[in-house]
């Protein structure tokens, strides 16, 4: 065959293949816009975002257990030191199972209600290794799983922070089913409505970077009135009562310290400067808190005591929650020196002036800590006051906006509650016998004991 005939025909070969072709390229001419368009929105989870949610969450789990238990277990007295380890580690446990059965979905599950997450994602249906969560940032995303696990670690934590309040004389089992419905009922729609996109008070504007009123005045008042209709403890005010070890007190509030930066660092959903900065604030606002208590003390006591700087310690990690992503360093300081004599004034003068016997002083560290923090975070979000707040943030408004959320989180946990305890009462029963109690609660409810002579 010449070069000419051999030209030719791999010329009409190659025109062949090309109008074959055409159409295929074609498509992909077309296709490949759309295919750039849909990576655009489905974004990828940054491995750093991902192992930095990993690192809070377990932090968070921390501060449950072993943090709070030792923290409320060297708080009460030697022969009910298990009793308290018991409640923590089974409230934790509870609560997780109840987490991914429903409480998720009640929670974060996609309803348009302002009250109730809905029943979508019920069993986590829906949640896989590939669905993702959103954060603060426009399309920064974290796996869905870490966001749940992460959450879920604040709905275990939350109930155990109530039975601080009546430790040493509730029935085991009426911790455990008042927990499994407080969270149905209380926890599950105030998280709804504080940090849920269609939430009442999110959509309110209420700022609550870590947990003010969804944890700390929520558990605060069910602790209060908890408090009051379980009843004193026998030889209340008659009998010592002191800790009976603030050594273990100490290891358990560093612990919880130490896990709080899980607590509001990881609020900020991703590694970013949010979390450096509410890092900042859990230190610098904690340090300033435990001051302002011992200096109180040493005026009203003549002496500052370790009890006190710890009581401090919590109060400022508690003011600072809900203001930890929103307020500069100063400002988180200030928190910390204004909650401490407020909390000191309630623990050591309200509640002796109106008698109820709340054991670690649930309502007087947690509740009233975070009404200060709260109310504080309207405050101190101004960025004339070295706050994130925009340009045209206005105190008074952003004021009145966080005393309505806390208002809102006051009575729907307070009258719920209330309800709830009588439920629990008719039902188990609230309070063991006096002979029990004597005893102590490790042996009287668990049969064992937690030191042996």
């Known amino acids: 065959m010449s070069s000419f005939k051999l030209s030719h025909t791999l010329s009409r070969v190659a025109a062949a293949t090309a109008a074959v072709f055409a159409p295929v390229v074609a498509f992909a001419q077309e296709t490949a816009p759309a295919a750039t368009e849909a990576a655009a929105a489905a974004p990828v989870p940054d491995k750093a975002d991902t192992v930095f949610m990993f690192v809070a969450t377990l932090l968070v789990f921390f501060m449950l257990i072993p943090g709070l238990a030792l923290f409320y277990g060297g708080l009460v007295r030697a022969k009910n030191m298990l009793s308290v380890l018991m409640q923590c580690t089974v409230i934790g446990a509870v609560m997780m199972i109840v987490w991914v059965t429903y409480g998720y979905s009640f929670a974060f599950g996609g309803s348009t209600?302002?009250?109730?997450?809905?029943?979508?994602?019920?069993?986590?249906?829906?949640?896989?290794?590939?669905?993702?969560?959103?954060?603060?940032?426009?399309?920064?995303?974290?796996?869905?799983?870490?966001?749940?696990?992460?959450?879920?670690?604040f709905a275990a934590l939350t109930p155990a922070l109530i039975i601080g309040a009546f430790a040493e004389r509730i029935k085991f089992s009426a911790v455990i089913l008042f927990t499994v419905l407080?969270?149905?009922?209380?926890?599950?729609?105030?998280?709804?409505?504080?940090?849920?996109?269609?939430?009442?008070?999110?959509?309110?504007g209420a700022l609550d970077f870590a947990g003010g009123t969804v944890v700390h005045i929520n558990a605060g008042v069910a602790g209060l009135i908890g408090a009051i209709m379980v009843g004193k403890r026998t030889g209340f005010g008659k009998d010592m009562m002191a800790p009976h070890s603030m050594t273990l007190t100490l290891v358990g509030a560093a612990m919880l310290w130490f896990g709080w930066f899980g607590f509001n660092a990881g609020s900020n959903l991703e590694a970013s400067g949010g979390a450096v900065l509410a890092t900042v604030n859990t230190f610098v606002a904690t340090a300033a808190a435990i001051l302002a208590w011992s200096v109180v003390e040493a005026f009203t006591r003549g002496k500052?005591?370790?009890?006190?700087?710890?009581?401090?310690?919590?109060?400022?990690?508690?003011?600072?929650?809900?203001?930890?992503?929103?307020?500069?360093p100063f400002g988180a300081i200030v928190l910390g020196l204004i909650v401490s004599p407020i909390c000191y004034f309630f623990?050591?003068?309200?509640?002796?002036?109106?008698?109820?016997?709340?054991?670690?002083?649930?309502?007087?560290?947690?509740?009233?800590?975070?009404?200060?923090?709260?109310?504080?975070?309207?405050?101190?979000?101004?960025?004339?006051?070295?706050?994130?707040?925009?340009?045209d943030f206005s105190i008074a408004s952003q004021f009145m906006t966080q005393l309505t959320a806390v208002v809102i989180t006051i009575v729907w946990c307070g009258v719920v509650s209330a309800i709830l305890y009588k439920v629990v009462d008719l039902i188990v029963g609230l309070r063991v016998s006096v002979e029990a109690e004597r005893e102590g609660l490790d042996l009287s409810s668990h049969g064992e004991a937690a030191y042996h002579s």
């Open 347 to 391: 623990v050591a003068v309200v509640k002796n002036k109106f008698g109820y016997d709340d054991t670690a002083d649930v309502f007087g560290v947690h509740g009233v800590g975070g009404l200060v923090g709260a109310l504080g975070t309207g405050i101190f979000t101004a960025p004339s006051l070295g706050g994130t707040g925009a340009a």
């Open 113 to 153: 209600s302002p009250y109730f997450g809905g029943f979508a994602k019920m069993f986590l249906s829906g949640v896989t290794v590939d669905s993702t969560a959103a954060t603060f940032s426009e399309g920064v995303v974290i796996p869905e799983y870490i966001f749940m696990l992460f959450q879920m670690t």
């Open 304 to 328: 500052a005591s370790l009890l006190g700087a710890a009581s401090g310690m919590i109060a400022g990690l508690v003011v600072v929650t809900p203001a930890a992503g929103s307020v500069g």
């Open 182 to 204: 407080w969270a149905t009922f209380v926890y599950f729609p105030i998280a709804h409505m504080v940090w849920d996109g269609n939430g009442l008070i999110f959509n309110m």
